[in-house]
């Protein structure tokens, strides 16, 4: 008896040191690992975010971000069958999916057990609800943008564009820039007044990223020229019963970007170690405020307009512009410019859960709780007193706490910003609860848009009569039924894909840099070469175009 009742005293003492939190039913606290498919910076050991997350949640974060060839590295970690708890295979996450390496969340998601996972897919479910080799639905991954609550926003350009400093447009009495030759002649002309910065640093006239799944920035302009959004590697007529679809690199029209891009490579505008730059070195140099412009989607240097802005340099920051060809280029064609398209779900990208992960269940319940209205608010506004405040229903923020947000050392301790990246998220207008009508994202919010807009930015915006940098290029126009070609699985015809890819990031950069007079030759050469690999993967994507398209449609 005197055993038994010590043995109960110990059991006592040992629950009395528990801590009450886990005494009451708290969950284990547990630690996921973490990989992002891109380059990043580890939040800080006081993130105050993070911190809420254990605290609510019992879940910490390891980070292992992107260092090196996205490809190769999920092919080693395939190879291997090393994998994170959370996965985030940024533009090649087909190879994790194909690879076997994701659960498939229908098993964990439904309206009963995660009604808030549920409405928020739930009116994409066509595009976003596969079907797997056996014939069972499959959803691998959650976007993690582009699922949108209400009308669309567009307030800025997020996505991809021709982009000139504002202080080029400023110098050169704010005109009006709509095509090829109006951008590089207003460039050439801005630095033949101003040949370097205030502090001597020549500047650069324009940079083309060429970075492993980052070479869309030389690849892609061309589509865009042509006057439709992004598509990825293919160009498509919405306008025809079929779709008609076509690889666009090695048509008669691309020849004519990758001529001009030769002409202002021979006269200096392009850096020369433009086409052997790492992101990092690219985003440095975007950040130093020498370089006038590029091709690229403005969420890919994010970090560069931050940097500028947190450095006072507003006039050094892009302006998105919808170029197209000039009719010369085109036959004498007039092209209308469509760069935006209708709200897009990011299909495939963002986390996926990987079948070594021990705990899917409490990351499914983490992701159903941060659809909320509560965690919604923390991750897109922060702390209510701290990073912003309510008046007459009303989420506002003071002109410190906003221009705060663009630091990014600012974001590492107060923004779970890889955690949410990557996670389903609550984007456009809040419509029903405590905040109905207002924005889930502080820039999207009417009185922060213009109302906390630095004075450069309201000056810059006055001299053209417009109110939000939006207003630079076309509405957007109605998503075609497929979506964007860019979210097609390319597997099936992977090998073709990626050799009609190779092709163009070896012989490209090589156009773009031969003599004048050696151009044609080569760019004839370059056709010859790419010709298979473009028809197999052309006459691919032809086909899954209608079949996406017939999907959605339900035909």
């Known amino acids: 008896m005197k055993k038994l009742l010590a043995i109960l005293m110990t059991l006592s003492l040992l629950i009395s040191l528990l801590p009450a939190a886990l005494a009451e039913g708290a969950q284990e606290p547990i630690t996921l690992t973490v990989f992002i498919g891109e380059p990043g910076d580890q939040p800080t050991e006081d993130n105050k975010i993070y911190k809420l997350i254990e605290e609510e949640f019992g879940i910490k974060f390891e980070f292992e971000f992107l260092a090196g060839d996205l490809d190769e590295k999920l092919g080693l970690m395939l190879a ?115 040949p ?65 891009l030769n002409e202002e490579f021979h006269k200096g505008l392009i850096s020369k170690d433009t086409f052997v730059m790492n992101y990092d070195q690219y985003i440095a140099a975007l950040s130093s405020g020498t370089v006038l412009g590029m091709f690229d989607q403005a969420w890919d240097f994010g970090n560069a307009t931050n940097a500028l802005k947190t450095a006072g340099m507003d006039k050094n920051t892009y302006v998105a512009l919808g170029l197209v060809y000039d009719p010369e280029y085109v036959d004498g064609k007039e092209i209308e410019e469509h760069y ?74 107060n923004r779970a910003f890889s955690i949410w990246d990557g996670s389903p998220k609550r984007q456009g207008w809040i419509l ?20 906390l807009m630095n004075e450069y930015d309201k000056e810059f915006l006055s001299a053209y009569g417009y109110s939000k940098f939006a207003d630079f290029v076309n509405p957007p126009i109605e998503l075609a039924p497929y979506g964007e070609a860019w979210q097609i699985d390319y597997t099936p015809v992977e090998v073709d894909h990626q050799d009609f890819l190779n092709i163009q990031d070896k012989r ?32 691919y994507m032809q086909q899954a175009i209608l079949a996406e398209a017939a999907k959605v449609l339900g035909e």
């Open 80 to 194: 291997n069958e090393d994998y994170p708890d959370l996965f985030n295979g940024s533009n090649s996450a087909d190879l994790i999916i194909q690879g076997g390496a994701l659960i498939n969340l229908l098993d964990y998601i439904s309206p009963e057990k995660t009604p808030n996972i549920w409405a928020h897919i739930e009116p994409q479910k066509a595009r976003l609800i596969e079907k797997d080799e056996e014939g069972n639905d499959v959803l691998y991954i959650i976007p993690n943008y582009g699922l949108v609550d209400g009308p669309q926003i567009v307030n800025s350009v997020n996505g991809p564009a021709f982009f000139v400093q504002k202080q080029v447009l400023a110098w050169a009495g704010y005109p009006q820039i709509k095509t090829l030759n109006e951008y590089f002649d207003l460039i050439e002309k801005f630095i033949e007044a101003n």
């Open 340 to 413: 935006l398209n209708g709200s897009l779900p990011n299909v495939r990208r963002g986390f996926g859960i990987s079948v070594s992960c021990q705990y899917p269940e409490r990351i499914v319940a983490m992701w159903e709780e941060m659809l909320s209205e509560r965690w919604a608010i923390i991750n897109n506004w922060g702390i209510e007193g701290e990073d912003y405040y309510v008046e007459d229903g009303r989420l506002l923020m003071t002109e410190e706490q906003y221009a705060i947000r663009s630091d990014n050392a600012w974001r590492r301790a």
């Open 196 to 260: 370097t910065d205030e502090n001597g640093t020549p500047y650069t006239g324009f940079d083309i990223l060429c970075e492993d799944w980052r070479h869309f920035c030389l690849i892609n302009p061309v589509q865009h020229l042509m006057g439709r959004p992004n598509d990825g590697e293919v160009l498509v007529d919405v306008s025809t019963n079929d779709f008609h679809t076509e690889t666009f690199i090695d048509k008669p029209y691309a020849k004519a970007y990758y001529k001009k």
């Open 508 to 539: 490209l950069p090589e156009l773009i840099m031969c003599e004048p007079d050696q151009f044609d030759a080569l760019w004839d050469a370059f056709v010859e070469e790419i010709t298979p690999s473009a028809t197999a993967f052309g006459d």
């Open 432 to 451: 029903d609860g405590e905040f109905a009508g207002n924005a889930w994202e502080p820039d999207n919010q009417p009185e922060i848009v213009l109302g």
